[in-house]
Each structure stands twice: as C-alpha cells, then as structure tokens.
C-alpha cells in the first residue's frame, strides 16, 4: 500500500473517530443517525447527479446491496451506542473489522494478503483488542455483553460492505457510487424510521439538527476517502488501516471526554501504528 493510501486512511480514521464522537449528542441513536445518512445523501446528490443516471446495471446492484448493508450498520451501531459508551463500542466495532474483512477479501475476492499485510493486520486487531481490555469500566448495573455483541455485529457488516464496494468503486466513480449506497440505505431505513420511530426522529432533527448535518458531512469525507483508497488496493489492507481511527478515538476519550486512562490503552494505539506501518510496505 503507498503512501498515498496511508495518508488517505489515516485522515479518513481521524474524521471517523470524531463523527462518532459527536453521536454521543443524539439522544436516540439510532434516528440520529438515519438523518445524518439522510444529510449525507442529500449534500452527495450535488456531485453525483450529473452522472447518475449513466450508472450501469451492475453498479447499481453492488450499491444496493451495500445500502442494504450499510442500513444494517447504522442500526447496529445505534444499537451498540444506546447501550454502551465510545470507549467500549468503538474498540470492538473497529478491531473485529479487519478480521472480517480478511475473511471476506479471501473469500470473495481472493486477496491474499502477504506475511507483511498478515503481521499488520495481527497486530492492528491485537492493538484494539489492547485498547478495548483498558477502556472505561462499565456503568453500575450495565453488562458490556449487549453492546459487544452489537459492536462485532457491525464490525462484520463493516468487512461486507467493505468487500461489496472494493468492487463498486472499480465500476463507478466514488461520489456517484456512495450517493447511490447512501441512497439506498436511508430508503431502506425510511419505513421504519417514519412510522415506529417517527416521533423520535422529529424530536432528533429539532434538538440536533445541526449535530446531524455535521455528521453527515463527515460521514460522507470519511468514506469517501476509504472509497479512493479501495481503488488501488487491496480490502483487507484497507480495513485494518482504517483501524488508526482507534488511535485518535482513544486521545480524544482521554483528553476531551475524561475517560480513564492506563497502560493497555497507551500500549493499543502504538500496536496499531506498527501494524499500519507493516500493511504500509506490504503489496
């Protein structure tokens, strides 16, 4: 992977860390969250519909699919913060990726990764696994168990989608593919966010709507960035580097929102840049 893609991935972990970061404002998680994919596909339009309706058939079915997908991500992950906080969702959501993006890269793509990729891998999902072991305690009277399996629930669907758009975005132009995915996965999410949720997501857009907007904007930059870098090279790569997001989402638990610290925190963020340091020499 060149430097290039390094830098794209560590910008795209920093601005992904600080969108979630920012969820913590929604008082419902998951309508929050639906009206940032709702913001997103609305600022997306702008660039994308000049050339969207020269998709071809095969591009529109990959961006179906990963709607879908990502429709179930914001679920879960809504799920995932309504019980739980950043430090012990963040962590598990972000480390179980790449070991399912691997999985599936081989599977579905026959990416193999090199003893280079493979170590950096290892050692960006032992880095968050170290992050995750020293994070916040939970609250009195709150199992870590729901959150955790929601987190590597979305971890999965993260590697999915992942795969599916490694593909997409070899097809079609990234703006104009992520509008489309986003798309679909707000419409997905419509029935059920504007009928059994639709009083919490009006109370959402009043008190956070400038929260939401500011979302969907980074959620769009951060993805976008992760598209170009799936152009020229490989998802498993791709996937762990995107793990560097861990490094900035533990600063800013420690220094912004005054979680406690300790060593396996400190000794997690510096696995991970070794390991994005291996992935970066790998081919």
């Known amino acids: 992977m060149g430097a290039r893609e390094i830098l794209m991935l560590c910008g795209s972990g ?3 860390a600080s969108w979630n970061a920012l969820c913590k404002k929604g008082a419902d998680k998951q309508a929050f969250l639906w009206l940032s994919v709702a913001s997103a596909s609305a600022l997306l339009a702008v660039p994308a519909m000049p050339r969207v309706f020269l998709v071809s058939r095969p591009v529109v079915g990959l961006a179906f699919v990963s709607g879908l997908l990502q429709a179930l991500y914001f679920l879960l992950l809504g799920k995932a913060y309504g019980s739980g906080g950043l430090s012990t969702v963040y962590p598990i959501a972000r480390g179980s990726a790449p070991v399912f993006a691997a999985l599936f890269g081989w599977a579905l793509l026959k990416e193999i990764p090199s003893a280079p ?3 950096g891998i290892a050692l960006v999902a ?4 170290a992050a995750h072991l020293g994070s916040s305690k939970p609250r009195p009277g709150q199992s870590p168990a729901g959150p955790a399996v929601y987190a590597i629930l979305t971890g999965a669907v993260t590697a999915a989608y992942s795969a599916v758009d490694r593909v997409g975005v070899s097809l079609e132009y990234p703006p104009v593919y992520l509008f489309l995915v986003f798309a679909f996965a707000c419409g997905a999410l419509a029935p059920y966010m504007l009928t059994s949720r639709r009083e919490r997501v009006l ?5 956070n709507r ?3 907007a500011a979302v969907g904007v980074l ?3 951060a993805y976008l960035l992760v598209l170009f870098a799936l152009t020229s090279a490989k998802t498993a790569y791709v996937s762990a580097v995107r793990e560097v997001s861990i490094v900035f989402a533990t600063l800013l638990g420690v220094f ?4 406690p610290s300790s060593p396996s925190r400190l000794l997690g963020p ?3 840049i070794c390991g994005v340091a291996c992935i970066g020499s790998a081919r």
């Open 14 to 16: 920093f601005i992904h």
């Open 256 to 259: 912004v929102f005054k979680e």
């Open 219 to 221: 959620s769009s930059l």
């Open 203 to 207: 109370s959402e857009w009043i008190s």
């Open 210 to 212: 400038a929260v939401v």
């Open 270 to 272: 510096l696995m991970i």
């Open 117 to 119: 990729g493979a170590v």
């Open 126 to 129: 032992g880095g968050i696994l």
